[in-house]
T-cell receptor, first 113, second 112 residues
Framework: EPEVTQTPSHQVTQMGQEVILRCVPISNHLYFYWYRQILGQKVEFLVSFYNNEISEKSEIFDDQFSVERPDGSNFTLKIRSTKLEDSAMYFC???????????FGQGTRLTVV | GEDVEQSLFLSVREGDSSVINCTYTDSSSTYLYWYKQEPGAGLQLLTYIFSNMDMKQDQRLTVLLNKKDKHLSLRIADTQTGDSAIYFCAEKSDSTLGRLYFGRGTQLTVWP
């Protein structure tokens, strides 16, 4: 069973600090996504990434956020200066060429204090 | 924007069937998904259905799609205590490059 791997599973950071969340997508998948889930709320789309560039982003994905695929395997989400309201579970997801099954990682729980 | 709605809670007795319902607004939806989330865990893809189908069965899971009413349901036969989790409905259209729109999730509690 293919899987999406995310690290770390839990990160605690001080407000104003930078964090980088990492994801290893399924190897032959081409479309990558970040979503977040604030406790008790909906899973919200942040950004999609295809062919080494952002293809779509939501209003949540402001200048404090960035994504990249630095080495062709890891897919990262960086938050430059974290705020309390960035505390959430962050999920990486990938979609294959068939564009059907969207697989999610186990998530990174980010706690900003 | 697209909206996906689910009831928040469902309680059933072990051995009974569970039916979790979902409505959506996007008429261009191509795929509809059901994900399961256990406490503290990620989103596990349970099943999905293509919009030109009206039913899909996978072991204990049956997905029904009424495209006219934009209504999706997930039936779990012979529900077990291990099925207790949050179930998310999500939809995707080709116009959104794979972006999924999620409902709030239905908390299923199974009583022994």
């Amino acid at each position: 069973e293919p899987e999406v791997t995310q690290t770390p599973s839990h990160q605690v950071t001080q407000m104003g600090q930078e964090v980088i969340l990492r994801c290893v997508p399924i190897s032959n998948h081409l479309y990558f996504y970040w979503y977040r889930q604030i406790l008790g709320q909906k899973v919200e789309f942040l950004v999609s990434f295809y062919n080494n560039e952002i293809s779509e982003k939501s209003e949540i994905f402001d200048d404090q956020f960035s994504v990249e695929r630095p080495d062709g395997s890891n897919f990262t989400l960086k938050i430059r200066s974290t705020k309390l309201e960035d505390s959430a579970m962050y999920f990486c997801a990938t979609l294959g060429v068939e564009n059907t099954e969207a697989f999610f990682g186990q998530g990174t729980r980010l706690t900003v204090v | 924007g697209e909206d996906v709605e689910q009831s928040l809670f469902l309680s059933v007795r072990e051995g009974d069937s569970s039916v979790i319902n979902c409505t959506y607004t996007d008429s261009s939806s191509t795929y509809l998904y059901w994900y399961k989330q256990e406490p503290g865990a990620g989103l596990q893809l349970l099943t999905y259905i293509f919009s030109n189908m009206d039913m899909k069965q996978d072991q204990r899971l049956t997905v029904l799609l009424n495209k006219k009413d934009k209504h999706l349901s997930l039936r779990i036969a012979d529900t077990q205590t291990g099925d207790s989790a949050i179930y998310f409905c999500a939809e995707k259209s080709d116009s959104t490059l794979g972006r999924l729109y999620f409902g709030r999730g239905t908390q299923l509690t199974v009583w022994p």
